[in-house]
């Protein structure tokens, strides 16, 4: 089992900038991968951000250019660099740890974080 705390959430005004954080525990050898998702009142989920153990990130092409994954395994922490956020970023920002032992394919979820931009 991993345990994922995301944190760094808040308010902010449109063309600022906010870091989240996402802090993974427990069973971290079974992490493959790592990512970012939101979710905006009545939408669905959407990826976000993702980055593989080797460093590979993708991205969603609505934040291209403005937000940035990045990763330390040595503290297993997840970070999503956002900046120039628009009032459509607003949404809860979800941590996503793809998990792998042998042919066993699963995820695990952080609880979210709200991320507000507003005029």
């Known amino acids: 089992q991993v345990q994922l705390v995301e944190s760094g959430g808040g308010l902010v005004q449109p063309g600022g900038s906010l870091r989240l954080s996402c802090a993974a525990s427990g069973d971290i050898f079974s992490i493959s991968a790592m990512g970012w998702y939101r979710q905006a009142p009545g939408k669905q989920r959407e990826l976000v951000a993702t980055i593989t153990n080797g460093g590979t990130t993708t991205y969603a092409n609505s934040v291209k250019d403005r937000f940035t994954i990045s990763r330390d395994n040595t503290n297993n922490m997840v970070y999503l660099q956002m900046n120039s956020l628009k009032p459509e970023d607003t949404a809860v920002y979800y941590c996503?740890?793809?998990?792998?032992?042998?042919?066993?394919?699963?995820?695990?979820w952080g609880q979210g974080t709200q991320v507000t931009v507003y005029s």
């Open positions: 996503k740890a793809d998990q792998r032992s042998g042919l066993r394919r699963w995820s695990s």
